[in-house]
């Protein structure tokens, strides 16, 4: 793959972070909590609907869980366990207003109907609200009440009591372990009892207890693919990458449906091998839902995959299809794609769209480079383009890339001609490059000469002559830097530097004949005007006429200079 990166801000890659956003709130990979679930109450007449919403649930698929249980309090709203599942996954997708909605249909049904009673579970999902709500007080008086209630001995309110708690960060995991300890006296063989005991380990990052407890519920259960899939997260977050394929792996094996497996599958093959990445791609949509992500990660691939048309195809129908709701990042999918036709209109128009309708919270350095290039190549943007390459080094941490763009603002300059600013960049380019050489000294040297900034151009030359002492030119230009900084010669800056220059220039005369006459010719000015040594001066200047009898400004001077030696001797 050319690139990666067009992904968000959790991977570090070379593009920061553009497209496939890994959707931590995606509705297909969030469920880690469900595993063999059992109802507290409900008559047989629903057991089979209600085991497959929950089926639906324990696969992630929200969507169709959702719908399920929606189906049968439509078609009977005394299905109080219908109320209660539909709650719960309304609670895994956020949807809180809506699970605040159906518990209040299920009050309005319960005090319509006197024979009706509430469930021990519906008492456990009126706390999980208030959990999600910030209410902790009233939601452990109900869990304290239904604990003592069931004198701690009926494991489904124990197991349910625990879900709740891990839906939250604020949670006190003794107590939920304890919780666990106890339903597993009552329910031995349950994989969900050690299922959750692993997440409560996983949140008190005690991953070798977490692996053990997963462990134990593949016993009870080998074909209990999520155990295998979370003892795969774990290794994930360790980058172990031998480890968490195996067990992603082995979580498909056990049962071919179970999605979440497939994504990270997926995820993973994305920045190595896009045709891996494909084959579980399709897996993954073959068992989820159908929703709009996966319309974007298919738009990703494509792009990943490097078949910009495609990728601009299905991109511009999301666009459609969404409207409004469209995520912005679309608009720099497109751009780049635009970009790699060659097609730089359309790239430029697609990447200002995106800076229009994205949040500046989200936009990442690579974003503000590749608006960057597309300005280079219109008149008129050098202004955008040096402020846009400003910001993606103040964004970006990776110091490759920080050259990278301090190199195209030096070009950016040197092209409207602003010398001082040239010089600036030319000096973070060298910081910043990995192996920078004596040519990048040498133009930062100048950048500096040239913009009249000679003390500056001294201090980078002082750093080439201390680090390449054997190059001539390092004392060259910090002689000519400071006869500049002492313009009149009166503190012969500029002496040591010249003298320097001839010593090493004189080894080959015919090389480096301009450098020695330049050298002669201000030591020459120096003596004659400072010193009012005219011998010395003359010397010089009959150095010069020895490298060049022809040179007519040494040919003046010595001529003026013999007539100032004889005018001092006959006095």
Not at 432 to 454: C, F, I, Q, R, V
Not at 546 to 569: C, F, M, Q, S
Request: charged share 30%; proline share 3%.
């Amino acid at each position: 793959m050319k690139r990666m990166g067009i992904v968000d801000k959790e991977v570090d890659t070379t593009l920061d972070g553009l497209l496939i956003l890994k959707k931590k709130g995606c509705h297909m990979l969030k469920k880690e909590f469900f595993g063999m679930m059992i109802l507290l109450a409900g008559s047989a007449g629903y057991s089979q609907s209600i085991e497959s919403g929950k089926q639906l649930l324990y696969y992630g698929r929200l969507n169709g869980a959702e719908e399920n249980f929606e189906s049968l309090i439509s078609k009977d709203s005394a299905n109080v366990d219908a109320y209660y599942w539909l709650t719960e996954v309304l609670i895994e997708e956020k949807k809180l207003d809506e699970a605040k909605l159906v518990q209040k249909q299920l009050g309005n049904y319960l005090s319509s109907h006197s024979s009706a009673q509430r469930t021990l579970l519906d008492n456990i999902r009126e706390a999980e609200l208030l959990l999600q709500e910030g209410n902790i007080p009233s939601a452990k008086l109900i869990f304290e009440n239904l604990r003592k209630e069931t004198r701690e001995r009926n494991p489904e309110v124990l197991i349910a009591i625990v879900r709740a708690w891990l839906h939250t960060k604020d949670s006190d995991y003794n107590n939920l372990l304890y919780l666990l300890d106890k339903a597993e006296k009552k329910d031995k063989n349950n994989p969900e009892i050690f299922s959750l005991k692993g997440d409560v380990y996983r949140r008190v990052n005690d991953g070798g207890k977490a692996v053990q407890a997963y462990q134990e519920a593949l016993q009870k259960k080998p074909s209990f693919a999520e155990a295998a899939y979370k003892i795969g997260k774990i290794y994930l977050t360790q980058n172990n990458a031998e480890m968490f394929l195996q067990y992603f792996n082995q979580a498909i094996a056990k049962d071919p449906a179970y999605a979440p497996a497939y994504y990270e599958l997926y995820y993973y093959y994305y920045f190595r091998d896009v045709n891996k990445a494909k084959e579980y791609l399709d897996q993954y949509i073959a068992h989820t839902d159908p929703s709009v992500e996966n319309d974007y990660m298919v738009t990703d691939l494509l792009f990943a995959s490097q078949k910009p048309k495609e990728a601009i195809e299905k991109a511009s129908q999301l666009l459609r299809n969404e409207e409004e709701l469209a995520k912005p990042r679309l608009y720099k999918l497109i751009a780049y794609s635009y970009s790699d036709l060659g097609d730089s209109v359309h790239a430029l128009q697609y990447m200002q769209q995106y800076f229009e309708k994205e949040e500046d919270s989200n936009y990442v350095a690579k974003d503000y480079e590749l608006l960057a290039n597309l300005q280079m190549k219109f008149p008129g943007y050098d202004q955008e383009v040096i402020r846009n390459l400003e910001i993606a080094i103040e964004k970006d941490t990776v110091v490759a890339n920080k050259a990278n763009y301090a190199a195209t603002l030096v070009e950016t300059y040197k092209k409207i001609g602003d010398k001082p600013n040239e010089a600036k960049w030319l000096g973070s380019l060298y910081s910043w490059k990995e192996n920078p050489t004596n040519l990048d000294l040498y133009y930062w040297g100048m950048a500096h000469y040239s913009a009249g900034e000679y003390d500056k151009a001294d201090s980078v030359f002082k750093q080439y002559t201390e680090k390449y002492p054997e190059h001539v030119q390092g004392f060259y230009w910090r002689a000519k830097s400071n006869a500049l900084i002492d313009s009149t010669m009166e503190n012969g800056l500029a002496i040591p530097y010249y003298n320097k220059v001839i010593d090493m220039a004189s080894t080959d005369s015919v090389k480096n004949k301009s450098l020695l006459i330049q050298s002669y010719g201000y030591l020459g000015a120096y003596q004659a005007n400072v010193k009012k040594d005219f011998e010395v001066a003359l010397e010089n200047f009959e150095k010069i006429l020895a490298l060049d009898p022809g040179n007519t400004d040494a040919l003046k001077y010595r001529d003026i200079l013999k007539k100032w030696v004889k005018a001092e001797t006959e006095n």
